[in-house]
């Protein structure tokens, strides 16, 4: 069973940063590609980003240049840093292994003044 614990999410201002973490148990870690997923209030869950088993990483467009994945094989945790972030950013974000169907509870981001 795979298991998401999902931190870092909160309130910010618009222009300012948060740094999201996402420790995962339960599979051989380093061999995955994981991602970020959002959705937004009255959205759809969206994809965010992933980064793959090599450190091969792919963005939405709305992202790029502002957010960045990283990951940690050793401590079984991928990472989001978001920069400039703005109020359309507001949303439950979520990690996910790509390929595998099982969600986290998510963490909160909300960019409000």
């Known amino acids: 069973q795979v298991r998401f614990v999902e931190s870092g999410g909160g309130l910010v201002q618009p222009g300012g940063s948060l740094r999201l973490s996402c420790v995962v148990s339960?599979?051989?870690?380093?061999?995955?590609?994981m991602g970020w997923y959002r959705q937004g209030p009255g959205k759809q869950r969206e994809w965010v980003t992933e980064i793959n088993s090599s450190g091969n990483i792919k963005y939405v467009d709305s992202v790029k240049g502002r957010f960045t994945i990283s990951r940690d094989n050793a401590e079984n945790t991928v990472y989001l840093q978001m920069d400039s972030l703005q109020p359309e950013d507001t949303a439950v974000y979520y990690c996910?292994?790509?390929?595998?169907?099982?969600w986290g509870q998510g963490t909160q981001v909300t960019v409000s003044s």
């Open positions: 996910k292994v790509i390929g595998r169907s099982n």
């Open positions: 339960g599979i051989t870690f380093r061999l995955y590609t």
